[in-house]
């Protein structure tokens, strides 16, 4: 135990968890995405099977919530650990914010598209999670969220923030392992944004096609 905590105290150890827990949220929104993507199906029948599918293993999403739960508290508290960190070893700042040292839009606003992300969560979580489905289906809960132009907008932008934090997010996760080796970089660089392009495009058009055009 005590190398874990040996580890966790280094700037490396701490990038190492946000990197585990963060490809664990990865792992979650690309299935959540997957089971989702039957809303796109113009019938609400296929959802709502999915959704009923779904909750015959109560005690499987039990585990799966509380992994879930576990991942988001050690990704927040570690995150703003290395934020605070980072600010303070640059406590003298800069006259000119200069865009050098491989910087880039998504990296630094990684700790305010992560904070966006966390209230997006929260809000979703009370829209959907915690929704009263007694009288009516999950596809009428969500197609009564997305009957309001102020939620399609926000569930947009959400999803935008979580493009660009998965574009940076995943790039990042191989420099911290260190397979940052240049003969990998088209590859990683590719991947990272098809990721990105396919999480932003795939989530983003729901509330649109919900909301607007079905
Ligand atoms: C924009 C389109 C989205 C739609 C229509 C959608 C829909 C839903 C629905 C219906 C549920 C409840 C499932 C149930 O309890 O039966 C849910 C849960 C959840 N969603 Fe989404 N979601 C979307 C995007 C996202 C995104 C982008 C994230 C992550 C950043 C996310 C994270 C979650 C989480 C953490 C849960 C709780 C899972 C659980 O309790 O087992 N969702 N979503």
Redesign the pocket.
């Known amino acids: 135990m005590n190398w874990f905590i040996d580890t966790f105290r280094t700037s490396l150890g701490k990038k190492l968890l946000m990197a585990v827990t963060g490809l664990g949220?990865l792992g979650?929104?690309i299935v959540?995405?997957l089971g989702?993507l039957t809303?796109y199906a113009g019938h609400e029948g296929v959802f709502n099977a999915y959704?009923a599918k779904?909750?015959q293993y109560e005690a499987l999403?039990l585990v799966?919530?509380i992994g879930?739960f576990a991942l988001a508290v050690i990704h927040v508290t570690t995150g703003l650990l290395l934020f605070l960190a980072n600010r303070s070893a640059r406590s003298v700042r800069y006259a000119v914010t200069k865009s050098g040292g491989g910087r880039t839009v998504g990296s630094a606003t990684m700790p305010y598209t992560g904070l966006a992300?966390l209230l997006?969560?929260i809000l979703?979580?009370s829209n959907?999670?915690f929704?009263d489905v007694t009288d009516r289906t999950?596809y009428d809960?969500?197609a009564a969220t997305?009957s309001s132009w102020i939620y399609i907008i926000v569930?947009v932008a959400?999803?935008v923030a979580?493009a660009i934090h998965v574009r940076h997010g995943f790039w990042s996760l191989f420099q911290t392992i260190g397979l940052n080796h240049e003969k990998y970089m088209p590859a990683l660089r590719a991947i990272s944004v098809a990721l990105a392009v396919i999480?932003g495009v795939g989530?983003?058009l729901?509330?649109i096609y919900?909301g607007i055009i079905v």
Do not use: K, Q, R
Request: aromatic letters at 20%.
């Open positions: 949220f979650f929104i959540h995405l989702n809303l959704v779904l909750h999403i799966a919530e879930l992300i997006f969560v979703h979580l959907f999670t929704a999950m809960v969500v997305f569930y959400a999803v979580v999480l989530f983003g729901i509330p919900i």
